[in-house]
């Protein structure tokens, strides 16, 4: 899930998740995310969300303006680590919320019973829209993926492996075309997960050992 991380002068304010179609950042209290700061207009800018992982910002009208690398932008897409500035606020954008939490001592833990070639992590990765080639990566026991309200699937790491089930949503998930349901299905590697119109391949990865071990 797309993240917002703000801070000023380095100092870390605010961390947001991005689940809603139009998330709206400004001063009054009818926004969703509120800076109460004279430099922050009543209704400064919005992100719209796109599927899983495409969000365009888009200025409101504000008085000094929404930059990106220093330059005033009134729409567009972001791209994963790019850092917005109003004023004296920086917000940083991550396309994938679970990346701040991938370490190796996180992909450690997920290794396989048995993997004798190193340890191993799962990922997906978009393979439709701009977002094409991102990769987010299953770091946690249960990890979720999707829209609220629209499709939100679980993905559990399990001795024998990896499942997924819906969890939430109307708009039903596929697996390889097939459709998943409440019973969660076993993960394998190269299988393509359709969500909420966005295609993703479920990937397995090794990782060698460092030098000296076996």
């Given at each position: ?179 998943i349901g409440l019973q969660a299905v076993l993960l394998s590697n190269g299988d393509v997960l359709e969500l909420a119109g966005t295609r993703m391949l479920f990937q397995l990865k090794h990782e060698p050992l460092p030098?000296?071990?076996?």
């Amino acid at each position: 899930m797309p993240q917002l991380i703000a801070s000023v002068e380095g100092v870390e304010i605010k961390h947001m998740n991005l689940h809603k179609d139009r998330t709206t950042l400004g001063r009054m209290p009818d926004n969703d995310i509120v800076f109460d700061n004279m430099v922050v207009s009543g209704h400064h800018c919005a992100f719209e969300l796109r599927g899983l992982a495409d969000v365009f910002i888009e200025d409101l009208g504000s008085t000094n303006g929404t930059y990106i690398n220093g330059k005033m932008v009134k729409r567009q897409q972001l791209r994963d680590g790019e850092v917005i500035s109003i004023g004296n606020f920086r917000i940083q954008y991550l396309a994938a919320s679970e990346r701040a939490a991938f370490t190796q001592t996180a992909a450690m833990k997920l290794e396989a019973p048995g993997a004798a070639a190193g340890s191993r992590h799962a990922i997906f990765r978009v393979l439709t829209g701009s977002s094409a080639g991102l990769e987010m990566p299953v770091v946690k026991a249960v990890t979720t993926f999707g829209k609220p309200g629209v499709s939100v699937v679980a993905v559990s790491h399990r001795r024998d492996g990896y499942y997924v089930a819906l969890v939430d949503g109307d708009a039903l998930p596929t697996l390889n075309g097939e459709v998943i349901g409440l019973q969660a299905v076993l993960l394998s590697n190269g299988d393509v997960l359709e969500l909420a119109g966005t295609r993703m391949l479920f990937q397995l990865k090794h990782e060698p050992l460092p030098s000296g071990q076996s």
